[in-house]
């Protein structure tokens, strides 16, 4: 499986970005998908994810109202939208997945995903 995520820039702060994660190779819609994110000097880390139907999705603390994980299984992508972002959501984006034959399943640690894409880098400025 490889992943592809894209849609970064450069943007005020307050503004609305949408990531996108393409996937090719595997069975899309049996792939958990997360979102993590690394900010210069910091350790990544997990900013949400979505099961495999998408019936379920989960956010961390720091992004929950200002932002929405959805998927199209049927163009094999999945998509983080951003709100009302903040100068300290300046990061590089990256998606991550995992097989599973469990719906629902997600994780918020990095080493129970097993495909990375090469991540998006994302500027708010204030």
């Known amino acids: 499986v490889q992943l592809q995520a894209s849609g970064g820039g450069l943007v005020q702060a307050g503004a609305s970005l949408t990531l996108s994660c393409s996937a090719s190779?595997?069975?899309?819609?049996?792939?958990?998908v997360g979102w993590f994110r690394q900010a210069p000097e910091k350790e990544r880390e997990f900013v949400g994810g979505?099961?495999?139907?998408?019936?379920?999705?989960y956010y961390e603390d720091f992004v929950k109202g200002r932002a929405a994980i959805s998927r199209d299984n049927a163009k094999n992508t999945v998509y983080l939208q951003m709100n009302s972002l903040k100068p300290e959501d300046t990061a590089v984006y990256y998606c991550?997945?995992?097989?599973?034959?469990?719906?629902?399943?997600?994780?918020?640690?990095?080493?129970?995903?097993?495909?990375w894409g090469q991540g998006t880098q994302v500027t708010v400025s204030s």
């Open positions: 190779g595997g069975t899309f819609n049996r792939l958990a």
């Open positions: 979505i099961s495999f139907s998408g019936i379920s999705t």
């Open positions: 991550a997945a995992s097989q599973t034959t469990v719906d629902r399943w997600y994780s918020y640690k990095e080493d129970d995903y097993v495909y």
